[in-house]
């Protein structure tokens, strides 16, 4: 090998070899569509436009008023149901195209993926972004920067050594550069241990807040955000003083470390749903330890939410699944904990659309039904700001401008 070449990852050459193959190929068709009769739900003021004709043309909403629909576009009359920005999963581990297809099929246009055990976020992403695929628009995280990255190794030849832990600055900086290198746009690392296994402490601590700054920054030379698991508040804390956009889970945070999170403006993605999956039969968690454990998280989990909403700490919603088949978690269920515990329907309507989008960093582009905005779209039956449990029977999902559900014909006329 020449000294100065670098290796030839598998990863890579998948890339490459996917590449010249789509290269050959033609986009889906994305025609100009105009939904007529929609009530357009602004889910930033809580206001409702009724009666309207939203054009969508090139994957973005083009107009929103009472015209005639133009001569050329596709008519999808709504008969009056509500027309909602698509949802944002800003915390998935989807990695697969059915799972893809099952999220977008809930609603969900848009996921910030939480790491996956290789780079194919990073190709999902590439896929619908080009047109071959109609699925959620990604935010790719690729490899878990974690202590024991396993299997994950196997994702590209340089992580070799790194087999034996990941946990000095080197050793740090390099897990982050080999995600750099695959065109990630966040790095997902961790400040404590996980709750969904019986044999680990939520809130034992993992990185310290020296070594999360190292990740911090060296993410930082090239503009991508830090996601940070934290249930325990130690590990919390140091996260949030290291700098990382956001807390995932955050389950037992103290007071101290949520008035750090409001003075940094660090974010908060609870996925206080994946808890109750933990509590219950079935889904991606059934143990009995894990079942006992969740009982004491729950109530935990909801004071810190109550507490970090009454401080005015952002949030957005995260369902924390892969949505495999057996996954029972969705954003949905999301907006209605929040509702429970104390939000307005129009806060956790946010949280799930507009708020999630600049968590982000791409709400001006998602996260609203408004004209310049992508389309990325919904439709329910009924107003969501006066009855939530309606985003859980989806109608229609428009992502980037291709439908890629349609059910309006089983819905009341």
């Known amino acids: 090998m020449h000294p100065n070449r670098s290796p030839v990852t598998l990863s890579t050459l998948v890339a490459a ?15 100009a569509i105009a939904l007529t009769h929609a009530n357009v739900v602004d889910v930033v ?18 107009s929103i008023g009472t015209a005639a629909p ?16 698509g949802l944002i999963d800003a915390h998935t581990h989807l990695d697969n195209l059915a799972a893809a297809k099952r999220a977008l099929e ?35 995280a690729g490899i ?24 000095t600055p080197d050793q740090l900086r390099a897990l982050v550069r080999a995600n750099l290198r695959h065109g990630v746009d966040v790095i997902k690392t961790r400040g404590t241990e996980r709750a969904g296994t019986p044999t680990t402490d939520p809130r034992q ?20 955000p830090v996601e940070a698991h934290a249930h325990g508040d130690e590990g919390a804390y140091a996260a949030v003083a290291a700098g990382v956009r956001s807390i995932e889970h955050g389950t037992y945070l103290s007071d101290s470390t949520l008035r750090l999170m409001k003075a940094k403006g660090t974010w908060l993605v609870p996925t206080f749903s994946t808890l109750y999956d933990l509590l219950e039969p079935g889904g991606d968690y059934d143990d009995p330890t894990t079942h006992l454990r969740a009982m004491h998280m729950i109530p935990r989990a909801k004071r810190t939410i109550q507490q970090a909403h009454a401080m005015g700490i952002r949030m957005a919603t995260g369902a924390d699944v892969s949505y495999t088949p057996q996954s029972v978690n969705r954003i949905s269920h999301e907006v209605m904990r929040f509702v429970e515990i104390g ?37 329910v039956e009924e107003n969501p700001l006066e009855n939530p449990i309606t985003l859980q029977d989806v109608l229609l999902v428009v992502s980037k401008g291709r439908v890629g559900l349609n059910r309006l ?5």
């Open 45 to 62: 003021g809580g206001g409702i436009t009724r009666n309207a004709t939203v054009v969508l043309r090139d994957g973005r909403i083009a």
């Open 144 to 167: 878990f920067v974690t202590p024991d990255i396993g299997d994950a190794a196997l994702a590209d030849s340089g992580l070799g050594p790194l087999m034996n832990g990941v946990r």
């Open 17 to 31: 070899l996917s590449a010249m193959h789509l290269g050959a190929q033609t986009p889906l068709p994305r025609p």
């Open 343 to 379: 939000f307005t329907p129009l806060e956790a309507l946010r949280a799930a659309t507009a708020d999630g989008a600049e968590l982000l960093g791409i709400g001006a582009r998602t996260g609203r039904v408004a004209a310049g905005y992508d389309a990325d779209v919904i439709v």
């Open 205 to 224: 601590q993992v990185y310290t807040e020296a070594e999360l700054r190292v990740i911090v920054e060296e993410a930082a030379t090239r503009g991508v």
């Open 70 to 85: 133009p001569a050329d576009a596709q008519v999808i009359d709504l008969r009056g149901k509500y027309l909602v920005p």
């Open 409 to 413: 014909t089983f819905g009341r006329p």
């Open 106 to 140: 809930t609603g969900v246009t848009t996921v910030r993926s939480a790491s996956v055990g290789s780079f194919k976020d990073v190709a999902l992403r590439d896929l619908v972004r080009g047109g071959y695929v109609i699925g959620p628009d990604v935010l790719a």
